[in-house]
């Protein structure tokens, strides 16, 4: 049984740039949590998709948007890049009781 | 509004010796709480948690926590260090809030473990 996987495992852009993130969870898991891990810090929740609807969202701006797949994997879009948002986006599955984060894409904007 | 304070930054320890990292949270309604280990270019990895019950809680690779609502501490415990224990660890508080599968996690700053031979 794979666990929560994640693409791409790196990437780079340039400010001003837009990036998309995927994300697919643990086989029955139907909620997937997005994360934002700046160098240094402790994961910040961005959001949080259900029945491909977002049900939480954490305190990022509306240039963080995203979006739940019939089949429960998610995708995290990022418009307008901005250096600050250089950091490693980690996405966890869930299902009750339990919750599986995946190794995180790294992203640099420069 | 849920927070956790993560005491150390970085906490050194020798082969063999306890280690003790602490955290303490904040929490309006009764916590669910974590703690993660990362290591270095990784995902977080679920040590133990802890969401009703017995209020001391034992996790993976010999490490235990103890819920103290008094203290609103959870502090993560392991009697004797392994090299391989070296990494970054973070506490974590979420809710139960409305019923459903876990809601956000809220993290620590994370404590890094140093383990020396």
């Known amino acids: 049984d794979a666990g929560v996987t994640q693409s791409p495992t790196h990437l780079i852009k340039t400010r001003g740039q837009q990036v998309t993130l995927r994300c697919s969870p643990k086989?029955?898991?139907?909620?997937v949590s997005w994360y934002q891990q700046a160098l240094g810090q402790g994961p910040q929740f961005i959001f949080q998709?259900?029945?491909?609807?977002?049900?939480q969202r954490g305190n990022f701006p509306d240039r963080f948007s995203g979006h739940q797949f019939p089949n429960y994997s998610s995708e995290l879009n990022v418009n307008a890049l901005l250096l600050g948002d250089s950091a490693l986006y980690l996405c966890a599955s869930t299902s009750y009781n339990e919750q599986f984060f995946g190794p995180g894409t790294r992203l640099t904007v420069l | 509004a849920q927070s956790v304070t993560q005491l150390g930054s970085h906490v050194s320890v020798s082969e063999g010796a306890l280690v003790l990292l602490r955290c303490n949270y904040s929490s309006s309604v009764p916590p669910y709480l974590f703690w993660y280990v990362q290591y270095p270019n990784q995902g977080l990895q679920l040590l133990l948690k802890?969401?009703?019950?017995?209020?001391l809680v034992k996790g993976i690779n010999g490490f235990e926590a103890e819920f103290k609502k008094s203290e609103t501490s959870f502090h993560l415990t392991k009697p004797s260090a392994h090299m391989s224990d070296a990494a970054e660890y973070f506490c974590a508080v979420s809710s139960n809030a409305g019923g459903t599968s876990y809601g956000k996690l809220t993290f620590g700053q994370g404590t890094i473990l140093t383990v020396h031979p």
């Open positions: 802890y969401t009703t019950g017995a209020t």
């Open positions: 086989s029955g898991h139907d909620t």
């Open positions: 998709y259900y029945e491909e609807e977002e049900r």
